[in-house]
């Protein structure tokens, strides 16, 4: 059966990782390409790489290290950050990437999603959503998280689903970085409304996180974080060992 | 030399890349004399069987591709360029393969659990079902990375691994020196390029 998916997210900036990473074995690395070839050698299952850079230079950067990256690590490696147009897809899929993620994207361009998934496919397009309760309902956020967009959240992925998104990231801004675990309530209204893969994104604190996440909800199909991997304080191996003994399908 | 087939359909660069990685030489080609020239030959793809095949048809590829089979080059199919290996599709419609191997490519909707979802995304288990020198670096219950819809069926004597999503499907394929892939290698860590580099092995 198939198993789920453990997946570090490299924020990357100026050709930098920007969010700080200490490995005990491997201390203050800000390559993006060494730590993708540290997650690829120690149990990640597949990476995401996001370009938060705005300067054109910066992009040139991101693009390099895309390349450099898909040259020595041969797991699936998706890309989002500043895609807006076909072309941004053409850029990144060109330089290695397999699956590319949009966010802002597709609020501001409505087509996009549609269009993307009739020229690449639909296992290409992921949409990601960053999604924070207003008045008690789920409101998707754009700009990184700045602006509310006023979109009811399971409507709007339910839409993107529709017009050809293959792959839903579901960052709950209300739990992220406070390490408290995944928002399981709005992981179960996504996932009952959606028949394609959901990720799980904001809010991984410790190891029982990820097993409450995939025990409480079957249908989700992997579990995203950032610091708690790049921190060290939770190693993917330790991590996928403690998930098989709970009886969670994971690669060993 | 391998020679990786390009005929306008997915990409290309991790094939190529997952191969420079375990010291192949390889090429990216489209043309005719390079891949007759070829030890071996690669085909990939992503999309629609459809317009893969045509694709295939309109640059004249499938009759090189079928000519340099029978000659006994080796030659492996990856996801879609495995099931164009079959003889028939019924991908949105019935459509003919390249007839390198028996068996035809039908969808899994209506056959597995329909509570479980398609496309079968993800990594997923390897079962042996014979034998093969692609499995030399490698062991059974060992997880490769699968994208697809369709799977092939009636394959019974080329049939060498399979994967479960609540049925058996058809994982790896090979007969003589027809061999095909229904995950990516090339997208499966050190196990999928452990098969590439048994796969470039083979004489």
Redesign the interface.
């Known amino acids: 059966m198939i198993t789920k998916r453990i997946i570090p997210c490299l924020d990357v900036k100026d050709g930098r990782v920007v969010k700080g990473v200490n490995f005990e074995k491997l201390k203050e690395v800000a390559s993006p390409v060494d730590l993708a070839k540290f997650y690829s050698e120690n149990g990640a299952d597949e990476l995401v790489f996001y370009d938060i850079t705005a300067s054109a230079e910066g992009r040139k950067l991101f693009t390099g290290i895309l390349t450099e990256a898909a040259s020595s690590v041969f797991i699936p490696l998706t890309v989002g950050g500043g895609i807006r147009e076909l072309s941004d897809f053409e850029r990144v899929l060109s330089c290695g990437a397999d699956k590319v993620s949009v966010n802002s994207g597709a609020i501001a361009n409505r087509a996009l999603i549609g269009e993307a998934a009739k020229k690449y496919g639909d296992q290409c397009v992921v949409i990601s959503a960053d999604i924070k309760r207003v008045d008690g309902a789920f409101h998707v956020f754009a700009k990184g998280g700045r602006e509310d967009t006023g979109l009811e959240a399971i409507e709007w992925i339910k839409r993107c689903v529709g017009e050809g998104a293959g792959e839903v990231v579901v960052n709950s801004m209300d739990t992220d970085g406070v390490k408290g675990g995944f928002d399981l309530e709005l992981l179960k209204a996504v996932c009952d409304v959606v028949d394609v893969p959901v990720i799980a994104s904001g809010g991984a604190g410790k190891t029982e996180d990820f097993i409450r996440l995939f025990k409480e909800i079957p249908k989700v199909d992997a579990g995203l974080a950032a610091s708690v991997f790049h921190f060290g304080e939770i190693a993917i191996p330790d991590l996928k060992r403690k998930l098989k003994e709970e009886g969670v399908n994971v690669r060993l | 030399m391998i020679a990786i087939i390009d005929y306008g359909v997915g990409?290309l660069?991790?094939v190529c890349?997952?191969l420079?990685?375990i010291g192949a030489e390889a090429i990216v080609t489209s043309d005719r004399r390079e891949i007759e020239n070829a030890d071996k030959i690669i085909l990939p793809g992503?999309?629609a069987f459809s317009d893969a095949m045509k694709k295939l048809k309109q640059t004249g590829l499938d009759e090189v591709i079928k000519a340099e089979a029978n000659k006994g080059k080796y030659i492996m199919g990856i996801c879609l360029g495995m099931q164009m290996l079959f003889e028939k599709s019924y991908e949105y419609g019935e459509h003919e393969g390249l007839g390198l191997l028996k068996g035809s490519i039908v969808p899994m909707k209506g056959v597995i659990d329909e509570r479980l979802?398609?496309?079968?995304?993800?990594?997923?288990?390897l079962r042996f079902e014979k034998p093969h020198f692609l499995f030399k670096y490698i062991k059974e219950g060992d997880?490769v990375?699968?994208?697809h819809s369709y799977y092939a069926t009636d394959c019974k004597d080329s049939l060498i691994a399979t994967t479960?999503?609540d049925q058996y499907l058809t994982a790896a394929v090979a007969k003589g020196n027809v061999l095909g892939c229904q995950f990516h290698p090339?997208?499966?860590?050190?196990v999928?390029?452990a098969m590439l580099k048994a796969f470039c092995e083979a004489v």
């Open positions: 990409n660069f991790s890349a997952s420079k990685k992503v999309g979802k398609i496309p079968h995304i993800g990594w997923n288990a997880c990375y699968f994208v479960e999503y090339e997208k499966s860590g050190e999928g390029l």
